[in-house]
């Protein structure tokens, strides 16, 4: 199988927004997935996972400003940041099907 792809970071001012994504190589339908990151010097943490059934759950620092969402019939999963901080910059990875993405670096200006 081949590793997940994620796309859609880039450098953005603090309060703006990005939309990631995430291509997944198989059929995403049954699978629970989730995006997390990694700033440098930290260990990776958890940012948001997505049950098959579209449960959803977050971080406590990215709660009400982060939407992550799926779509089965393109096998993508989405991860949508708002009113983004300094803090969140990281690369940030999806997991799918026990296979982590390559990253997509996330910078955001203050």
């Known amino acids: 199988q081949v590793r997940p792809v994620e796309s859609g970071g880039g450098l953005v001012q603090a309060g703006g927004s990005l939309r990631l994504s995430c291509a997944a190589s198989?059929?995403?339908?049954?699978?629970?997935m989730g995006w997390y990151r990694q700033a440098p010097g930290k260990q990776r943490e958890v940012v948001a996972t997505?049950?098959?059934?579209?449960?959803?759950n977050y971080a406590d620092s990215v709660k009400g400003r982060f939407t992550i969402s799926r779509d089965n019939a393109k096998n993508t999963l989405y991860l949508q940041m708002n009113s983004l901080k300094f803090e969140d910059t990281a690369v940030y990875y999806c997991?799918?099907?026990?296979?982590w993405g390559q990253g997509t670096q996330v910078t955001v200006s203050s």
């Open positions: 997505i049950t098959s059934g579209g449960s959803t």
């Open positions: 198989t059929n995403i339908f049954s699978l629970n």
């Open positions: 997991y799918v099907n026990l296979r």
